[in-house]
Nanobody, 121 residues
Framework: VQLVESGGGLVQPGGSLRLSCAAS????????IGWFRQAPGKGREAVSC????????YYTDSVKGRFTISSDNANNTVYLQMNNLKPEDTAVYYC???????????????WGQGTQVTVSS
């Protein structure tokens, strides 16, 4: 099983980034994919998740209207489009795969290595 994140980087406030999570080694259509983030000195926070089987989504309140999650089942990839980024979005972003679309990290079975997102002028 492998989850590989990409697309992180340094961006100015108000800018955009698109994160990708490429999955392999399991039946993608049976799983939900979640994006979590962890800022220095803080706990891991659920950002967004999507169920590959029905494309239903979840967003934490602080990113609603700014972030969009989508799933490309043909290519086993989930994207997180992040617009109007704020300094408080700075964190390491992780994608994870689990059988249920939840905001609880412990329900996810597989995790990627993370990608750094830094929002700063």
């Amino acid at each position: 099983v492998q989850l590989v994140e990409s697309g992180g980087g340094l961006v100015q406030p108000g800018g955009s980034l698109r994160l990708s999570c490429a999955a392999s080694g399991f039946t993608f259509d049976d799983y939900a994919i979640g994006w979590f983030r962890q800022a220095p000195g803080k706990g891991r926070e659920a950002v967004s998740c999507i169920a590959s089987y029905d494309h239903r989504t979840y967003y934490t309140d602080s990113v609603k209207g700014r972030f969009t999650i989508s799933s490309d089942n043909a290519n086993n990839t989930v994207y997180l489009q992040m617009n109007n980024l704020k300094p408080e979005d700075t964190a390491v972003y992780y994608c994870a795969a689990g059988l249920y679309k939840t905001a609880r990290a412990r329900t996810y079975d597989y995790w990627g290595q993370g990608t750094q997102v830094t929002v700063s002028s």
